[in-house]
């Protein structure tokens, strides 16, 4: 059963603009792949809640998708992590990701993904 409500329009762009004429897992992934990499305005303020660590919570800067090799099951995107002096870049799930802050068509990309996630929905 889905997470959250369904919603018309996130449907009819998933569709139509997202999986459209995607028949496989790969093609669906890919379809993500590129959707979101051409929607999602480089660099933006977020938040990475991480659900695989202890509880935590980061800022960061989303920089860009990470390689498409490592969207095949997942969308990552690359983050530039900051504490004190050091930085780091680390490929991290989009579902871990929340804009603080970013345009609203930037907004708009992550909430479809993190809707198709919590739709249930796999490649």
Not at 105 to 111: D, L, N, P, R, S
Request: aromatic share 14%; net charge negative.
């Amino acid at each position: 059963m889905p997470a959250i409500e369904s919603d018309d329009s996130r449907e009819e762009r998933i569709a139509l603009e997202i999986v459209v004429d995607a028949y496989s897992e790969e093609e669906r992934a890919m379809g993500w792949y590129y959707y979101l990499d051409s929607h999602l305005n480089f660099p933006f303020k977020a938040l990475w809640i991480s659900r695989r660590r202890t509880s935590s919570t980061s800022e960061v800067e989303v920089v860009g998708m990470s390689p498409e090799e490592y969207c095949s099951k997942e969308m990552f995107v690359e983050v530039l992590y900051k504490e004190g002096t050091a930085e780091d870049t680390f490929s991290v799930p989009l579902s871990d990701i929340e804009a603080v802050d970013a345009d609203p068509k930037t907004q708009e990309v992550i909430t479809d993904w993190h809707y198709w996630v919590a739709q249930g929905c796999e490649f």
